[in-house]
């Protein structure tokens, strides 16, 4: 069964960049779907982006659009999230997310912490 591992978060300045990694493992990445998710304290999980299995569809919510781009190596059973110009309000803990035949499944969560 797929397992996903997502890495890269950490504390940044407000304008910084940060580029999440999420490494899959017990399954091949290239038949699923991708996406990352960010859960901020007291609020709801929400999706951030999402890929099609060769990323030739991608959708981004409007909060983060031309500022942070998800990108996937199938090669390597890898997805990433690069962002930039990270601000306070992107504070939250980023989930990476894969989905084959409607079956989500998860990874733990790394802290994204934006300072103002």
């Known amino acids: 069964q797929l397992q996903l591992v997502e890495s890269g978060g950490g504390l940044v300045q407000s304008g910084g960049s940060l580029r999440l990694s999420c490494a899959a493992s017990?399954?091949?990445?290239?038949?699923?779907?991708v996406a990352w998710f960010r859960q901020a304290p007291g609020k709801e999980r929400e999706g951030v982006s999402c890929a099609t299995t060769r990323s030739d569809v991608t959708n981004y919510a409007d909060s983060v659009k031309g500022r942070f781009t998800i990108s996937r190596d199938n090669a390597k059973n890898m997805v990433y999230l690069q962002m930039n110009s990270l601000k306070p309000e992107d504070t939250a803990v980023y989930y990476c997310n894969a989905q084959l035949d409607n079956f989500p499944i998860w990874g733990q969560g790394t802290q994204v912490t934006v300072s103002s």
């Open positions: 017990g399954s091949n990445l290239d038949r699923y779907a």
